[in-house]
């Protein structure tokens, strides 16, 4: 069930969450997709479970494209910065860093992530010796402050 992870974005969504508590068909699906029921089964063989899933899926996918709130936790593919908003559950034309978890468009992603480039680049910019405070040097990390003393 691929469009699962807009799930996601909903149970996050103070105004989605209404759509899925208002769901009372087959919400085991929604909280387990992984599990069917013999009934489920059933439905897909005769396609009836296709068609409700379509049309809740669509009614979510609806939901986000008019919700403030989901649009704000999607991506704006830095790659060619196109005005469209992106998000990792649109498999077919967006990939997501595993490192950040930037979401860019399938044709513009060559592997790199630049967002990740740009963290590794000011990581040895500011900690040339490794500490994870700029401020702290091997030398002094050990050493008290006089009013800590």
């Known amino acids: 069930f691929k469009d699962y992870n807009v799930i ?15 769901m009372t068909l ?26 409700e899933m379509k049309f809740l899926v669509t009614s979510w996918l609806q939901h ?5 709130l ?7 593919c830095e790659l060619c910065a196109r005005d469209e908003v992106i998000y990792p559950f649109q498999l077919d034309s967006a990939v997501q860093c595993q490192m950040c978890w930037t979401c860019f468009h399938k044709a513009c992603y060559s592997g790199t992530c630049p967002k990740c ?4 680049s000011r990581r040895t910019m500011s900690e040339p010796d490794g500490s994870t405070n700029p401020g702290v040097t091997k030398n002094n990390e050990n050493e008290r402050r006089p009013s800590e003393q």
């Open 8 to 22: 996601i974005i909903f149970r996050t969504c103070r105004n989605g969450k209404d759509l899925l508590d208002n």
């Open 26 to 51: 087959r919400t085991h699906i929604i909280n387990e997709p992984q599990l069917f029921s013999l009934e489920d089964l059933c439905a897909v063989k005769d396609r009836t479970l296709i068609e």
């Open 64 to 68: 986000v494209d008019n919700c403030g």
């Open 70 to 76: 989901c649009k704000g936790k999607g991506f704006i």
């Open 117 to 120: 480039a740009r963290i590794r």
